[in-house]
């Protein structure tokens, strides 16, 4: 095998890597957002229901603030990302319309700024500004993106996408205390949330430390304490304005 051959199979071999480096990181990304999405829906939901509940044992009441609870919360959840990431969007299309306006007006400056970025990151003056040539010369844009702004072009996130995972991340948590409040009997709703919630957040809090590569424990525990203090407080709350009114 020639030495160019070599090389030319090196460079595939490292853009597949990075390739599949950057497909794993995106859903890892959607992944983490997803178990954040359910984990709001379970204790939002959960800390309602446990407000309903301990203000009155009508069943239609707790099946109507639940059911309106995950339906405006899952609307509101996909909402706020769409917003969110449309913005990020929109703010990202900016700046890369600013940056191919200066490198038609001023490409010297530019290879000289993106120069400066390469000996930031601790090349000399003279590969730093061999790199900045290089790149500019296969794709002005990309590399500038890329080294400036943070932004990988051709990679913006999905509004809709984003908003659709949210909307069914949060209903699919919600769904479980929902459940939880209105199938058992009477006596049992409260002790069945409070089951519910449990395992919902331990497996939460479990794939959420396993996608960061953390230890699980402290996340579970972060989860169960939050969410005790989430339904203690509401219903409280509830047993408090149920005596009163």
Sequence with gaps: MTISKAVELDEQLIASKEFQKAAMASKLNWLRAG??????????????????????????????TGVAALVAGSISMAGGEYTSVSAQKDSEIAALEVERKELAEQ??????????????????????????????????????????????????????????????AFASGGLLPLLAATVPPMGMRIPA???????????????????????????????????AATMGVTYGIGMLVGHTV
């Design 35 to 64: 178990v954040l999405g359910a984990n709001d829906g379970i204790m939002s939901t959960s800390g309602l229901l446990m407000g309903v509940a301990g203000a009155t044992s009508d069943s239609a009441v707790i099946l109507f």
């Design 107 to 168: 490409p010297d400056l530019e290879l000289r700024e993106l120069a400066w970025y390469y000996e930031q990151k601790g090349l000399t003056l003279e590969t730093a500004t061999k790199v900045a040539q290089e790149l500019t010369a296969k794709d002005a844009l990309r590399a500038h993106a890329e080294a400036e702004l943070g932004i990988e072009l051709g990679s913006h996130a999905s509004p809709t996408s984003a908003a659709l995972s949210s909307f069914v």
């Design 193 to 227: 949330i409070i089951v519910a919630v449990g395992i919902s957040l331990i497996l939460t809090g479990f794939v959420g430390a396993r996608i960061g590569g953390a230890g699980a424990l402290k996340p579970i525990m972060r989860n169960l304490l939050i969410s």
